[in-house]
């Protein structure tokens, strides 16, 4: 079992960067592919990103190939996505899941989850 902790979030401007990280807890964190998955007010949750266990692979959600980047530092047990050129519609919850299975954009892939942290664009 793994436990997940995000942070980093909060309020940028439009055209912004921010960094959210997720620090795992245990020793078998590098077998775990990581996603990101995000939730809007009144909106399902919805895939973001995700990476292999040892990094070498990386899968992402149309809306935002391009301007994130899902990374990870498996002795560090963290993972990381980077969000540049944010847009008011990037507003949501960020969660931190572990699974594993990499080209899946489901929640339903992902039995870990971490409490998620808030990041905000403002227009």
């Known amino acids: 079992q793994v436990q997940l902790v995000e942070s980093g979030g909060g309020l940028v401007q439009a055209g912004a960067s921010l960094r959210v990280s997720c620090a795992a807890s245990g020793r078998t964190f590098s077998s775990y592919v990581m996603g990101w998955f995000r939730q809007a007010p009144g909106k399902e949750r919805e895939f973001v990103a995700a990476i292999s266990g040892s990094g070498a692979s990386s899968y992402y959600a149309d809306s935002v190939r391009g301007r994130f980047t899902i990374s990870r530092d498996n002795a560090k047990n963290t993972v990381y996505l980077q969000m540049n050129s944010l847009k008011p519609e990037d507003t949501a919850v960020y969660y931190c899941?572990?699974?594993?299975?990499?080209?899946?954009?489901?929640?339903?892939?992902?039995?870990?989850w971490g409490q998620g942290t808030q990041v905000t664009v403002s227009s």
């Open positions: 899941a572990a699974g594993f299975t990499l080209y899946s954009g489901s929640s339903r892939s992902y039995p870990y």
